[in-house]
């Protein structure tokens, strides 16, 4: 057997585990009974995430018993010495299903020796599959997806998110927020890290940032992305280190002054000083 066909082998896996997922949460969807908070506010769980994350676990044991495996809501589990790593997040964007907002999704991704290269995230309210894999191309419901050829920032459509933490930091992304919406068409802020990336993939989106992020929230759609031709980097070009929290996703085309933009990010005082504006 070789590499791609190993990776189509896991990527059918990802795909079993994702779309079993998201029938929990479509059968979930405004019958939650309880909503817990997991200690931090707005760190929300509930019986649809558990339910699809047993779902997900399941299907993995069954298949790839031998795997490691990194879940949102059961921590490590597996053989932690394996050089395969799932990291899944059943339900990504718990808040916005909570409220009936149609922006989650359940997001799998496949890390090989800690490089993602399976990726799959099923959009329950919109009945939308992502699916891709290293040199295997991305697909949107089986139709392959590319990136968007926006070429300017002050031409492009950017979305990001704000960490659970926001209330007590002061690196919140508020002053980033605030001064990209300035220098582009606009910011989006949709609640789900897995489905900007898949928007990003798909050519809706052109560009995407964000901190306090864990490497279930990111995983699936770094492939998704780079296989739709797009870019992935730390805030300041560098390569990514998916545990650092921090992620720089664009078409490529905008690559490099989204980056400069962020290196440049006036304090957040400026923004609601409306003399000081002007300088900027």
Excluded at 104 to 114: E, H, N, P, Q, V
Excluded at 160 to 170: E, I, K, L, N
Excluded at 198 to 218: F, K, M, Q, T
Excluded at 229 to 242: E, F, L, N
Aim: proline share 5%; net charge negative.
């Amino acid at each position: 057997m070789n590499n791609l066909e190993e990776l189509e082998i896991f990527l059918d896996i990802a795909t079993e585990a994702a779309l079993a997922a998201g029938a929990i949460l479509q059968d979930f969807w405004g019958n939650l009974e309880t909503i817990e908070e997991k200690g931090r506010p707005g760190d929300l769980v509930t019986a649809a995430d558990k339910a699809a994350e047993a779902a997900i676990l399941k299907i993995l044991h069954r298949h790839v018993p031998h795997h490691q495996i990194l879940a949102e809501e059961s921590g490590k589990l597996g053989d932690l010495n394996s050089n395969y790593l799932w990291a899944i997040d059943p339900l990504d964007g718990t808040t916005n299903y909570t409220h009936q907002y149609p922006a989650s999704a359940t997001s799998i991704g496949l890390l090989i020796d800690g490089i993602p290269q399976v990726g799959v995230i099923f959009d329950p309210a919109r009945n939308q599959l992502f699916r891709a894999a290293k040199g295997l191309g991305a697909t949107r419901d089986r139709r392959p997806i590319h990136v968007s050829q926006t070429k300017e920032l002050a031409k492009s459509l950017l979305v990001t998110g704000f960490a659970y933490d926001r209330h007590q930091t002061p690196d919140n992304n508020y002053a980033e927020f605030c001064y990209l919406t300035h220098l582009t068409q606009g910011v989006r802020r949709s609640g789900a890290a897995s489905l900007d990336l898949a928007h990003v993939a798909c050519g809706s989106l052109d560009g995407y940032w964000e901190r306090g992020l864990s490497p279930w929230d990111i995983a699936a759609g770094i492939v998704l992305l780079e296989e739709a031709g797009g870019k992935i980097t730390a805030y300041d070009g560098s390569p990514i280190v998916i545990n650092s929290g921090r992620i720089l996703a664009t078409n490529g085309l905008i690559h490099a002054s989204l980056s400069a933009a962020l290196q440049q990010v006036p304090p957040l005082s400026v923004w609601s000083n409306p003399a000081t504006y002007s300088s900027v």
